[in-house]
T-cell receptor, first 114, second 114 residues
Framework: DTGVSQNPRHKITKRGQNVTFRCDPISEHNRLYWYRQTLGQGPEFLTYFQNEAQLEKSRLLSDRFSAERPKGSFSTLEIQRTEQGDSAMYLC????????????FGPGTRLLVL | AQSVTQPDIHITVSEGASLELRCNYSYGATPYLFWYVQSPGQGLQLLLKYFSGDTLVQGIKGFEAEFKRSQSSFNLRKPSVHWSDAAEYFCAVSHMEYGNKLVFGAGTILRVKS
């Protein structure tokens, strides 16, 4: 069991650029969650998938954000026209259908928008 | 609205001393309850969880937590702190009615002095 992996671990970009992050969940975990964590705060829910279906999106997820999980395995989170306020740690978590309530987190992708 | 309060932003304890981190929640029903730990720049590691049954739950690294329904609390304890316990601790709640998405507190930073 290799755990949840996220790439890249760090990303520095200029305001207005697009960025894409990838999350690979634990094998056979059917649910995948994205959270955002800003400095000094706890993580906040962004969106989640069950298999390839996106079941819920937070109002934090503006229309500049899009997430996909095309084959029900890995997921991508894209931010278009980045703003300085997007600077944060983006965390991915997954859970197994026999134990949906327990989420396992990846190491996160830290985004800095200059 | 669901919310989690961790009243202590920072706590400093001496190595070998006991520890208690406080967590209170506001939720429509009795939620699932979790404690996660985060080392600097890292993802979240699950320490322990409560779903039902015995209100005192044991976790990894010698941590335990007690659920008190009357106080809407889920405090984390450890009888003897080690220097390696220095990290940030997050209390979180979820419920399957809300897609098991986690709602986190703002976190408590634990410092251990030798």
């Amino acid at each position: 069991d290799t755990g949840v992996s996220q790439n890249p671990r760090h990303k520095i970009t200029k305001r207005g650029q697009n960025v894409t992050f990838r999350c690979d969940p634990i094998s056979e975990h059917n649910r995948l969650y994205w959270y955002r964590q800003t400095l000094g705060q706890g993580p906040e829910f962004l969106t989640y998938f069950q298999n390839e279906a996106q079941l819920e999106k937070s109002r934090l997820l503006s229309d500049r954000f899009s997430a996909e999980r095309p084959k029900g395995s890995f997921s991508t989170l894209e931010i278009q026209r980045t703003e300085q306020g997007d600077s944060a740690m983006y965390l991915c978590a997954s859970s197994y259908k026999g134990r949906q309530e327990t989420q396992y987190f990846g190491p996160g992708t830290r985004l800095l928008v200059l | 609205a669901q919310s989690v309060t961790q009243p202590d932003i920072h706590i400093t304890v001496s190595e070998g001393a006991s520890l208690e981190l406080r967590c209170n929640y506001s939720y429509g029903a009795t939620p699932y309850l979790f404690w996660y730990v985060q080392s600097p720049g890292q993802g979240l590691q699950l320490l322990l969880k409560y779903f039902s049954g015995d209100t005192l739950v044991q976790g990894i690294k010698g941590f335990e937590a007690e659920f008190k329904r009357s106080q809407s609390s889920f405090n984390l304890r450890k009888p003897s702190v080690h220097w390696s316990d220095a990290a940030e601790y997050f209390c979180a709640v979820s419920h399957m009615e809300y897609g098991n998405k986690l709602v986190f507190g703002a976190g408590t930073i634990l410092r251990v002095k030798s």
